[in-house]
């Protein structure tokens, strides 16, 4: 220990002989805090098992819900049937501008009465104008 | 820890905390007494809970520290080193029969040097030279790296050392 550290040890001390010397004893500050500590009790224990429990509650409601708006299995099946059916189902819907894909001509071509092989070739129709034309 | 060891523990440690307290609240004796009341309080009602990792004088002068603080905080009485007062208010008036007079004017002197030392560095001094506490313990109860305490303790050290010369040569 260095002089410095030697003399403060022992200035310290001195101060410290002083403060004990007018300290407060230990009871009166416990008593004066007793009836803190009971008022503080009760308000602590409630608080304790407050908390998981409002959790648990919150939970169990949620699952009562999540059960009670699930749906029954012959109720899944209907659905999944008429999704299926439905036109609006995405794999059967159809583009409202995908006649604008078909040529003009077929379009407006009258339907043969009887099929032909030649039904194919571009045949013009009377008081039609063509494009080229 | 049960409520029966606790109160046997805060008794035996009650004289050092009072110190510790008035050392915490710039050594104004009505705040420290609310401030070790109300750290006795914490304890006791298991506010504050000791965990084991650390002495338990430690961690018991950790919560005086803190509760102090929230005191001064409260009252808005936070005074940088206490030096807003006169060092003769910081003894009591009525010192025990066997304090003498030089005592009591040595003390002052070491007071008046403590005052014009940065809280950390008073806090370090008053840890390590008043409660004999290594300067990990207090470390751990001003809540600072050990580097950190060790550098306020060098500081403060050679600080005190000089401001007390000063002082009694006056």
């Not at chain 1, 004066?32 to 500590?37: E, K």
């Not at chain 1, 409601?61 to 109720?75: D, I, N, Q």
């Not at chain 2, 060790?150 to 010369?165: D, F, M, P, S, V």
Request: charged residues 30%; glycine residues 8%.
């Amino acid at each position: 220990m260095s002089d410095i550290e030697f003399e403060l040890t022992k200035r310290f001390a001195e101060l410290r002989a002083d403060d004990e010397a007018s300290a407060p004893s230990y009871v009166e500050a416990r008593d004066r805090g007793a009836d803190a500590i009971e008022a503080i009790r009760p308000t602590r224990r409630r608080a304790r098992w407050m908390t998981p429990a409002l959790i648990a509650a919150v939970a169990a409601g949620l699952v009562v819900v999540w059960v009670a708006r699930a749906p029954s299995s012959g109720e899944r099946a209907s659905r999944k049937a008429w999704l299926r059916d439905s036109s609006l189902n995405v794999f059967r819907w159809d583009m409202p501008t995908d006649g604008l894909l078909t040529s003009a001509r077929r379009t407006l071509q009258t339907p043969a009465l009887f099929g032909s092989v030649l039904d194919a070739a571009a045949v013009p129709i009377p008081g039609t104008p063509f494009k080229g034309d | 820890m049960d409520r029966t060891e606790l109160e046997r523990q805060l008794e035996r440690l009650h004289p050092e905390c009072w110190g510790w307290a008035l050392a915490c609240t710039g050594r104004d004796r009505a705040l420290a007494e609310d401030a070790l009341h109300n750290a006795y309080l914490k304890v006791l009602s298991g506010r504050a809970e000791f965990d084991g990792r650390s002495r338990f004088k430690s961690w018991l002068f950790g919560v005086i520290r803190f509760t102090a603080m929230e005191e001064l905080r409260r009252t808005s009485r936070w005074r940088v080193g206490g030096s807003e007062r006169d060092v003769s208010d910081a003894i009591d008036p009525s010192p025990g029969a066997d304090v003498t007079t030089e005592q009591a004017e040595r003390n002052a002197a070491l007071l008046a040097a403590l005052a014009g030392l940065s809280p950390r560095q008073r806090e370090v001094l008053h840890l390590v030279f008043y409660h004999g506490m290594t300067i990990e313990d207090a470390a751990g109860v001003m809540g600072v790296s050990i580097g950190s305490a060790r550098t306020h303790y060098e500081r403060g050290k050679k600080a005190l050392a000089g401001q007390i010369n000063e002082v009694d040569v006056r």
